[in-house]
């Protein structure tokens, strides 16, 4: 054991003058009496009893030698070293699952208490940072040793809405590769850590949690069909049974309720799954998912659905009748306008030719920019899908088209296959050739008979969104942290407003803040959501980095129980004089 303030053992030197005052002895006064045989029983009584009075006064100042003794160490404070003293940076999980708990306490109320007792314990013997950890390192206090100063910074901590980034597990990890400090972990130990250094000290708060949660959600219309929309989602749950939720789609006053799903979430993530709503307008949306759990935050996503902009289409065929049917059919439904090949956006042609249009080409014939090395027909060619999750592919169920009339071909050189033939042949592909793009369906309509199949339609909408990058300009909701580059050009930036009320020009944003969020681009105002949706702060299954064996002081410094003593044997001295003068 050493002190941290030796320079007050001098204190002990206070011993001398107490134990003066208990030894010196009052000289008694004479006085004279007419009564000696009334006060000669008294004196023979204290005679007796003369001994038991002088232990009396012997334990008496031990005692309060004692508590001399223990209020001066407790002024040097005294500690004892149980590691190598080098500075401490305790490092608080910020994540949203650490707002989870029950109406007694949240985890992260927990980890500031663990985090408080720390710094009381080591009452300013080494200095320690004070520094929260969500996607990035946030230093609520510095390196310091001044106990009023952390415990101020830790009693001013939040938990965070953003999740913890590699980016900031790599920051934590170089600071505990140096030598001269150690990395203290404090957090509950579930999931997206797997990246985190063995050389920082995990002190795990919470063991596997009852949760579930949204994971991901979408709005989208539903190509040809008026005010129809698909909602996707997916759950996950850390329940260690199966358990029976329902998924609330409403509108975000809550006034209107579209829809009620029976969910019956099981442990893990479950697959997704789509429906299709009726009777749906642009404006903001929000999915609830109804379960007694621990995380309130990640039962609730607002989306954001933005009315359907008329891309302006022509057709270049010889057989114009079906293109143009099918353009009516989704100009009534709100997606695509028929125009001039002079005001059209996306031209619809059978005939391949290089034009200053994004093209949707089928029947590939002749010479073409769009694709090489045109050869014979195809027999019943089998379509394999070969970039799956492709947006182009969102609505279309691509394997089960007739691709009858599909040449062989090579597509050109920096082309997206999307689908192929069991022998490598392109069926469907996105090529760029002059500063523009085609998407090339290698089949005959008529003989493949597709302009009947229902997959026409929905393979003009989509391919006419992809071309103009509509799909990919706003989704309806983004995961909370992500950064997006708004639509728009940089010389007039979008005005994004943010949940809170919050107003900035620019072309991009790190979106920080769950609810939703508005941009207003010239006359045009589009919304969309953002949510939590990440299952490694749904899964609170423990499965994060094990409790390391980290050696530190916690609860109070042991001064503080020398004081404590100290005031007992104060309380028996008082005892013991009242004795005394109560003879």
């Known amino acids: 054991m050493n002190f941290l303030a030796p320079n007050l053992l001098w204190g002990l030197l206070a011993l001398i003058p107490l134990s003066l005052i208990y030894f010196l002895k009052v000289r008694p006064r004479r006085k004279q009496t007419n009564a000696y045989f009334l006060w000669e029983k008294i004196l023979q009584e204290k005679a007796a009893s003369a001994l038991f009075r002088r232990l009396r006064d012997v334990l008496s100042l031990l005692l309060m030698a004692l508590v001399v003794a223990m ?49 009381r314990a080591l009452d300013g013997s080494r200095r320690l940072a004070v520094v929260g950890l969500a996607d990035r390192l946030d230093f609520a206090s510095h390196l310091s040793d001044s106990p009023k100063d952390l415990l101020d910074a830790i009693e001013g901590m939040k938990p965070s809405p953003v999740p913890i980034s590699e980016t900031a597990i790599r920051e934590v990890n170089r600071l505990a590769d140096g030598r001269d400090s150690r990395v203290i972990f404090l957090t509950d130990g579930h999931g997206g850590l797997g990246s985190l250094s063995e050389k920082v000290e995990t002190i795990r708060l919470k063991g596997p949690t009852a949760n579930a949660g949204i994971v991901a959600a979408d709005l989208a219309w539903v190509p040809g069909k008026n005010g129809v929309v698909s909602f996707f989602y997916k759950v996950a749950s850390s329940f260690p049974t199966d358990k029976s939720a329902e998924l609330i789609l409403k509108d975000a ?51 954001g659905l933005n009315e359907q902009r008329r891309i302006r289409v022509a057709v270049s065929s010889d057989q114009p009748y079906f293109f143009e049917r099918s353009l009516e059919a989704f100009a009534q439904a709100g997606g695509l306008q028929m125009a001039e090949v002079g005001s059209a956006e996306v031209l619809l042609t059978d005939q391949g030719a290089a034009t200053s249009l994004q093209q949707i080409v089928f029947r590939p014939e002749g010479e073409s920019v769009w694709w090489q090395d045109l050869g014979e027909a195809l027999e019943q060619p089998v379509p394999l899908i070969k970039a799956e999750g492709h947006p182009l592919l969102r609505h279309l169920e691509a394997e089960s088209i007739n691709f009858s009339g599909a040449r062989q071909l090579t597509a050109p050189e920096g082309s997206v296959v999307l689908v192929e033939s069991e022998s490598g042949i392109p069926l469907l592909y996105k090529a760029r050739a002059d500063g523009m793009e085609a998407i090339v369906v290698n089949l005959d309509p008529s003989v493949a008979e597709f302009f009947l199949s229902p997959w026409f339609p929905v393979l003009i909408y989509d391919g006419a969104l992809n071309l103009t990058g509509e799909e990919a300009s706003l989704r309806t909701v983004y995961p909370v942290g992500s950064r997006i580059d708004f639509p728009g050009e940089s010389e007039s930036p979008a005005l994004w407003t943010n949940p809170k009320g919050q107003v900035a020009r620019t072309t991009s944003g790190e979106l920080r803040q769950t609810g939703l969020h508005r941009l207003q681009l010239g006359a045009d105002q589009r919304v969309f959501g953002v949510g939590l949706l990440r299952s490694e702060e749904t899964l609170l299954d423990g499965s994060g980095p094990a409790a390391s064996d980290a050696q530190l002081e916690r609860g109070r410094m042991l001064g503080w129980w020398l004081l404590a003593i100290a005031l007992v044997f104060v309380c028996a001295e008082s005892i013991l004089y009242h004795r005394r003068k109560l003879g």
């Open 71 to 119: 209020i001066v160490m407790a002024m040097a404070r005294p500690k004892v070293q149980t590691d190598d003293g080098r500075d401490l940076l305790l490092v608080i999980d910020q994540s949203p699952s650490m707002a989870a708990g029950d109406d007694r306490e949240t985890v992260f109320e927990e980890a500031k208490k663990e985090a408080t007792n720390i710094v």
């Open 253 to 303: 006053t809550g006034s209107r309720i579209l829809r009620v799903i029976p969910i019956l979430l099981q442990p893990g993530i479950s697959e997704g799954e789509t429906i299709e709503v009726g009777e749906m307008v642009a404006g903001s949306w929000v999915a609830e998912l109804e379960v007694a759990d621990s995380l309130p935050a990640d039962n609730t996503v607002v989306m």
